[in-house]
């Protein structure tokens, strides 16, 4: 124990002692540089210093550790527009960490690898673009912009890239590096204003159900076949009829049955986005929300987007329902 003891001593006054040196200073290094901290017997930057201006002694260039006389281990440069990167640095080179840049209300901020000093974005990292600018009248602009996976020279090679728009748009893009064109590529896109197949929204263990289609009008006046399903939302459940419309896009929601949705305490995703419409009537105005649930037949079908009918009553059940299921 005793022997422990020593040799611990030993080894905590020899750390202590080689790594504390007496702050230098040399102008002779760079030519716009100083150089402020601990020298190797070379007189080289060794271990802890920083770089200044030599017009500006309290704009710092570089702060963090030397070794003969290269950027190495963890430190942080400082550039003249305000952006800076702060990580670990091998021989030199900037290898992983992190990166901020801000200019005109924008933000870009990674962290992951990089390539050398060039600071490219390199290897497995994240980057978070912000516009903070508000967009002019009738133009839509990308709000926010967040790549996470595998970059290559700045680009993202291989991963998940999410859009937000100022309209309310939001965009998921799964990117894959193809060895033949040496390129990215995208090669899946969900939108969040349009419904998708996902076995998980789908709740049903029967082969199939039937459902009943209720005729209404007549030749004359036309003919329409209703669907009759309940829609839910938290512990709210109503019943509700739709127009059974293969030739429509759109599933929507009348304006009443929106109404009455409200006045019962539903509740829902609001999407924030206006959006309209061409069919026989004209435009058509309305809204997008996503259902919790409806139920048809024997199956319930969750998180389903749904255009609210901000100018009529009808309610139309058209492939944006049907592409939920996989056929």
């Known amino acids: 124990m005793k022997k422990f003891l020593i040799l611990f001593l030993i080894l905590l006054i020899s750390y202590n002692s080689f790594s504390q040196c007496k702050e230098e200073t040399r102008d002779d290094l760079w030519t716009d540089l100083i150089y402020i901290g601990c020298l190797n017997d070379l007189g080289?930057?060794?271990?802890?210093?920083k770089l200044i201006y030599k017009n500006d002694n309290n704009n710092i260039y570089y702060d963090g550790h030397f070794k003969d006389g290269e950027h190495h281990g963890e430190g942080t440069l400082y550039f003249s527009d305000g952006g800076k990167i702060w990580g670990t640095f091998e021989d030199g080179e900037f290898v992983k960490g992190n990166s901020y840049?801000?200019?005109?209300g924008r933000i870009e901020k990674y962290e992951g690898g990089f390539k050398g000093n060039q600071f490219n974005y390199q290897g497995n990292g994240k980057l978070i673009k912000?516009?903070?600018?508000?967009?002019?009248?009738?133009?839509?602009i990308k709000k926010l912009e967040v790549d996470s996976g595998?970059?290559?020279n700045d680009n993202l090679a291989n991963g998940k890239r999410k859009e937000v728009w100022s309209d309310g748009t939001e965009i998921i893009s799964i990117i894959k590096?193809?060895?033949?064109t040496l390129e990215p590529d995208v090669v899946s896109v969900i939108r969040n204003y349009i419904n998708y197949y996902n076995i998980d929204d789908i709740d049903g263990d029967v082969e199939?159900?039937?459902?009943?289609?209720?005729?209404?009008?007549?030749?004359?006046e036309g003919i329409s076949f209703h669907i009759p399903m309940k829609v839910s939302g938290t512990s709210t459940t109503i019943d509700g009829e739709w127009i059974f419309d293969t030739g429509a896009e759109s599933f929507s929601i009348g304006k009443r049955m929106y109404e009455r949705m409200k006045e019962e305490g539903m509740q829902f995703k609001d999407l924030n986005m206006e959006v309209q419409s061409i069919g026989v009537g004209g435009i058509s105005n309305g809204e997008l929300i996503i259902i919790d649930e409806i139920t048809i037949g024997d199956y319930k079908v969750k998180n389903i987007i749904a255009k609210v009918n901000l100018d009529h009553n009808?309610?139309?059940l058209g492939m944006w329902f049907l592409?939920?299921?996989?056929?």
């Open 150 to 152: 595998r970059f290559i």
């Open 44 to 49: 080289n930057p060794d271990g802890k210093g």
């Open 101 to 104: 840049y801000e200019s005109d």
């Open 177 to 180: 590096f193809n060895i033949e």
């Open 208 to 220: 199939f159900t039937e459902i009943v289609l209720e005729k209404r009008g007549n030749a004359n």
């Open 323 to 327: 592409i939920k299921y996989d056929f």
């Open 314 to 316: 009808f309610s139309l």
């Open 130 to 140: 912000i516009n903070n600018n508000k967009p002019t009248e009738n133009v839509v």
